[in-house]
């Protein structure tokens, strides 16, 4: 467990117990402040691991692609899920806050909900009560918990009972190869040696993703970019990322990395922040 402070805030990341739910939930967070004078603003960037999160005590009002979180007398919890395809998402903070992060692997988050994700969100950023009120029951528990492995252990408890069997073995395959080729295999290629239609891989990944197939790619070949710039960057430059990231040039990595962030690999992945252990990556705003 690595506690990470910075910013008058405290980041703790910690990987599930369970060695079941450790196939569908990469990581939880758990993200404090007690200064009642915080203030900041941070900016994520895309990933093919979707987040749900949950604030106590706050009150959260979206705007657009912008969540702003304030102090509120009020105990109401309301998760929150994000499909980030192909946008930079603000949240910008006031006040002392209490937020706990839910990190899916790649298709995690199907196992635990009764319809696909397309019949569910109607946006890619909202809140999320597909979970049922026993998740508030249990996350006002883990609120409440100052152990921080006794938290772990009641939010594994929650999703080995809430466990749903999720069978689609050509969308997984077809997942799992994209993210070991970095993004590198083409739909044709998928197809091809999965012996599936090229429109049922597309409305496969639709229903059950949100995105086309070619969108997944994309947002793998920018995650793994990020991830091996931060996870190398002291023995490594950006012609080795772009190689690594299975770009055809520097002027094919400038390109893609723009029309996701509209900023350039140089200036993006030098002013992100690594907090906790794991693949979380935010950009505070000065």
């Not at 209490?98 to 890619?124: A, C, M, R, W, Y």
């Not at 390109?255 to 922040?273: G, N, V, Y």
Request: glycine fraction near 2%.
């Amino acid at each position: 467990m690595k506690k990470l402070t910075q910013h008058n805030d405290t980041f703790i990341t910690l990987k599930p117990e369970s060695e079941k739910i450790n196939r569908y939930i990469s990581y939880y967070y758990f993200h404090t402040s007690d200064d009642k004078n915080y203030q900041k603003s941070f900016v994520f960037y895309p990933n093919y691991k979707h987040a749900l999160t949950a604030y106590k005590g706050s009150k959260v009002v979206i705007i657009g692609n912008e969540s702003i979180v304030t102090p509120s007398d009020k105990i109401n919890i309301k998760p929150l899920y994000t499909i980030n395809k192909d946008k930079n998402i603000k949240v910008s903070i006031k006040g002392c806050f209490d937020k706990i992060g839910i990190v899916f692997n790649p298709l995690g988050i199907n196992h635990f909900i009764q319809k696909s994700i397309q019949e569910i969100f109607t946006s890619d950023f909202n809140f999320f009560p597909h979970l049922g009120d026993d998740f508030i029951t249990v996350l006002e528990r883990v609120f409440e918990e100052t152990k921080i492995d006794k938290k772990v252990l009641l939010l594994d408890d929650f999703f080995e009972e809430r466990y749903i069997p999720f069978d689609e073995p050509i969308l997984k395959k077809s997942i799992k190869e994209i993210i070991t080729s970095n993004g590198a295999v083409k739909v044709s290629e998928l197809s091809q040696e999965l012996h599936i239609n090229r429109k049922t891989l597309l409305r496969l990944f639709k229903k059950h993703t949100r995105m086309s197939v070619e969108e997944y790619r994309k947002m793998v070949m920018f995650r793994q970019a990020l991830n091996y710039f931060h996870q190398s960057k002291e023995k490594t430059n950006l012609t080795d990322v772009a190689l690594f990231s299975m770009y055809y040039d520097q002027a094919h990595f400038i390109k893609h990395f723009k029309s996701i962030t509209q900023e350039t690999p140089a200036t993006l992945l030098s002013k992100i922040s690594h907090l906790g252990e794991e693949d979380t990556y935010w950009y505070f705003e000065e």
